[in-house]
């Protein structure tokens, strides 16, 4: 249910409010397969990268590399396949049904920001319960990651022109591609005390986001959807 509710409640409501047709038309967006390979080279490529990237900053300043994956690349990248499709429980949710509707109120630019502190404040119980991977690891540096993530990922969706399918992949690249490894920790989920690995990540992504920000100046997106029904909140 952790998994699946943002796109089970997306969908609940644009049902609710705006018909059938709305719903479908939501759901069709995780098949909106026909955009420019570039696209797709972005999705797959743009956290691992940002992590190499992140491991040459920590090289040139400590004079070490981090420790890198102990997964092979195909593991990866099976890993990634098979993972996409799952992703819509939660894309349909911040990008196909939170985004849009955010970005017709601040702006793009501004929306894919609250909707990353929005995704991120979504795992915060994983920071908090016992026996999760991230049980014990600093919240601080995981929201300034997702935010930044969320600003790429806002991007592609409007580039794509609502494309899911190509965010649903990016998101699962994210999960599975991560060619260096981030040391474990066992303090306080709220201490901004992290790893030099994961804030140069966090610096390297929001170089990043921070141009694209500025290409989403003005940039709209819409929401395909009939008029609301009547009386519909």
Not at 102 to 119: D, E, H, K, Q, Y
């Amino acid at each position: 249910m952790g998994v699946f509710a943002p796109a089970l409640v997306a969908i609940a409501l644009t049902w609710y409010n705006a018909g059938s047709a709305a719903r479908d038309a939501l759901l069709g967006r995780t098949l909106a397969w026909s955009v420019g390979w570039r696209c797709y080279a972005f999705a797959v490529l743009f956290f691992p990268l940002a992590r190499l990237l992140a491991a040459a900053v920590h090289r040139a300043a400590l004079g070490t590399w981090p420790a890198f994956a102990a997964e092979s690349l195909p593991i990866m990248i099976v890993a990634t396949i098979v993972s996409a499709p799952v992703q819509a429980g939660e894309e349909i949710g911040w990008r196909g049904f939170l985004l849009p509707r955010l970005a017709a109120r601040v702006g793009l630019p501004a929306a894919s920001i609250l909707t990353g502190i929005v995704w991120a404040a979504w795992h915060l119980p994983f920071f908090v319960l016992p026996g999760s991977d991230k049980t014990g690891q600093p919240f601080p540096a995981y929201l300034a990651a997702v935010t930044a993530l969320s600003v790429a990922m806002a991007w592609l969706y409007w580039r794509t022109g609502g494309s899911l399918l190509l965010t649903m992949i990016m998101h699962a690249a994210v999960n599975n591609l991560r060619p260096v490894s981030t040391p474990s920790m066992s303090g306080s989920p709220f201490d901004v005390a992290a790893p030099f690995i994961s804030w140069a990540g966090v610096g390297v992504m929001w170089v990043a986001a921070a141009w694209l920000l500025v290409a989403m100046r003005g940039a709209t997106l819409t929401i395909e959807a009939p008029s609301a029904r009547p009386g519909s909140a």
